[in-house]
C-alpha cells in the first residue's frame, strides 16, 4: 500500500480539525461537504475506512509519533 507523505497527512490533519470547529460553529452545507472530502481523504490516504481510525493512523505516522511509548520497557522495579 502507498503511504502518503508525513507532510500531507500533516494538512490533511490540520484542516480536518479547523473545518469540525468551524462546522460546528457554522454548520454550513459547504463546510460539512469540504469537511466529508477530507475525511474521505484521509481514510484514503491512511488505507482505513473510518474517520477516527484514520485521524489515529495519521497521527502515528507524523515524525516524533510514539516518543514516549514505553510499552517495551521492562515494567519490573529492580
Known sequence: MLMAHPAVLRELLDEYTALRA???????EAT??????????????????????????????????????DSVLDTVAT
Open 32 to 69: 460539512r461537504q469540504r469537511l466529508d472530502d477530507v475525511a474521505y481523504t484521509l481514510c484514503v490516504s491512511t488505507g482505513t475506512r473510518d474517520i477516527d481510525a484514520a485521524v489515529i493512523a495519521a497521527r502515528h505516522r507524523l515524525p516524533g509519533a510514539r516518543t514516549l511509548d
Open 22 to 28: 468551524l462546522e460546528a460553529s457554522e454548520g454550513s
